[in-house]
């Protein structure tokens, strides 16, 4: 089932979208459905992931004097 959405774009906007639509042999509104799903999809796939997936994490290893035997004493930092 459809239900009507209302809401306004600029100009620059509607012009984007008529030319995606133009380019695809389809009306702007079935683009924007198409978006709208493939974003609800990304959406959905990206709070899925763990905490750690959906931060940029960079995991540095400093040199030390001593090799380390295990990962127990490294210390792992978020960066935003």
Do not use: H
């Given at each position: 089932?459809?239900?009507t959405i209302?809401?306004?774009i600029n100009e620059n906007q509607k012009e984007q979208l008529q030319t995606?639509?133009?380019d695809?042999?389809?009306n702007i509104s079935n683009v924007l459905r198409?978006?709208?799903e493939i974003y609800l999809e990304d959406l959905k796939h990206y709070e899925?992931?763990?905490k750690w997936e959906n931060n940029n994490?960079?995991?540095i290893y400093l040199?030390?004097?001593e090799p380390h035997s295990s990962d127990d004493d490294i210390e792992y930092i978020e960066l935003d």
């Open positions: 089932m459809l239900t209302n809401f306004r995606l639509a133009d695809s042999g389809e198409k978006i709208i899925s992931k763990s994490v960079e995991i040199d030390c004097e």
